[in-house]
């Protein structure tokens, strides 16, 4: 199985600060990557596919990038919406995995 | 848009089998793979297996084999999970995907797995 290996797994964060999160494949995925948003008690919902294509109706602040085995997700200007758990997932090869998560939390 | 309505919560016993429904509607069921990715009480998100609906070709995470079973009915445009010999680990929230993409309102179906 394909290890996905986010970090930093908590991040405390200010409103209209620059967030950057990382994601690291054990083998490469070429660009097989997608980015997750979740609140608790919802679904994870999509931001990022394909390693950097943004999601049909989400903001322009997030953004993707990376190939092979390294990755990250940018928020430009964190939103008090923006507050969640994100979760790296890899699509290249069955079994699908994710990454364990990262938490952006108000500081 | 596409939605899918997941069935309610269950409560089984150890041992026990369950199965779970989510009824999709917004698109062509039979154009796309449906997904189960489930998430135990908080932890993070895993991967069970997926489905082609036209097909009904299978495949699965090797940790569930002989325990997953995964149809649909495309009369109905519903995909089904049934997972076996429940353990008390097995308690997580289910959830159906359109290849990547969730029920946009955020919806699963909660598997909780007690004597």
């Known amino acids: 199985d394909i290890q996905m290996t986010q970090s930093p797994s908590t991040l405390s964060a200010s409103v209209g600060d620059r967030v950057t999160i990382t994601c690291r494949a054990s083998?490469?995925?070429?660009?097989?990557l997608a980015w997750y948003q979740q609140k608790p008690g919802k679904a994870p919902q999509l931001l990022i596919y394909?390693?950097?294509s943004l999601e049909s109706e989400v903001p322009s602040r997030f953004s993707g990038s990376g190939s092979g085995t390294e990755f990250s997700l940018t928020i430009s200007s964190l939103q008090p919406d923006d507050f969640a758990t994100y979760y790296c997932?890899?699509?290249?090869?069955?079994?699908?995995?994710f990454g364990q998560g990262t938490k952006v939390e108000i500081k | 848009q596409v939605q899918f309505v997941h069935s309610g919560a269950e409560v089984q016993k150890p041992g026990a089998s369950v199965k779970v429904s989510c009824k999709a509607s917004?698109?062509?069921?039979?154009?796309?793979?449906i997904h189960w990715v489930r998430q135990a009480p908080g932890q993070g998100l895993q991967w069970l297996g997926r489905?082609?609906?036209?097909?009904?070709?299978?495949h699965h995470a090797q940790k569930f084999q002989g325990r997953v079973t995964m149809t649909t009915d495309t009369s109905t445009s519903t995909a089904y999970l049934e997972l076996s010999s429940l353990r008390s680990d097995d308690t997580a929230m289910y959830y159906c995907?359109?290849?990547?993409?969730?029920?946009?309102r955020g919806q699963g179906t909660l598997v909780t797995v007690s004597s």
């Open positions: 997932q890899q699509y290249d090869a069955y079994p699908w995995t």
């Open positions: 083998q490469s995925i070429v660009t097989w």
């Open positions: 394909k390693a950097s």
């Open positions: 917004g698109y062509t069921f039979t154009a796309y793979y």
């Open positions: 489905i082609n609906p036209k097909s009904g070709d299978t």
């Open positions: 995907a359109r290849e990547l993409r969730f029920d946009p």
